[in-house]
């Protein structure tokens, strides 16, 4: 399977990171990552990785300045895209066809192909021009995937809460890796099937 993976300005750099890390150890998967400018200074302001080391853990790398990228055309096949996380700008730009970039331009791409694409749309609170923008995709077939931590699986730590959100998020391209432990399989506790 091959995946684009946009990273755009949004806090939460560490949920392309984690997707990429994950998607690394699977050899049924080839990844191309752009990341926006300002998602390079999430990075370094957010976590312990340099620009680079998030570039190495992709299989191919695009400035988002190259929109001349093979990413940036309908002729070079992929499965789909997935930009984690995505600013309001990145979500605006792709609402309005902008392809100003090469994550809108590949998204834009996704789109008039009829690709899945997959939005981790990252800000709150939500004003009427991100909840608008957010439902006309929604209408096109885009995946709107905010990262909404859950609480049933009992997250010890930071880890656990991005990472649970990470494997919801892949398995909308049918990769399945959440441990069964972290599954909801109904109540646990008596008496709380009222
Ligand atoms: C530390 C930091 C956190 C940010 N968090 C958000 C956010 O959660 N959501 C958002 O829409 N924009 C956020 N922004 C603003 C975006 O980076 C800004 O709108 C930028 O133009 C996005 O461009 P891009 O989509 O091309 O990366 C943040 C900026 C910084 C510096």
Redesign the pocket.
Known sequence: MKLIIGI?????AIFGIRLLEILKDRSDVETHLVM????T??IT??THYTVNEVRNLADFYYS?KNLGAAISSGSFNVDGMIIA???????A?IRMGLAD?L?SRAADVMLKEEKKLVLMT???PLNSIHLENMLKLSQMGVTIFPPMPAFYNHPQNLNDLVDHIIYRLISQFGIDILPKEKVWTGFTKQGNLR
């Not at 926006?36 to 998602?39: D, G, N």
Request: proline content about 7%.
């Open positions: 755009s300005g949004a806090t939460g926006s400018q300002w998602a200074t999430t302001e957010e988002p996380p995505c600013s309001m700008k990145s979500l730009s970039n994550i990252r800000e709150t």
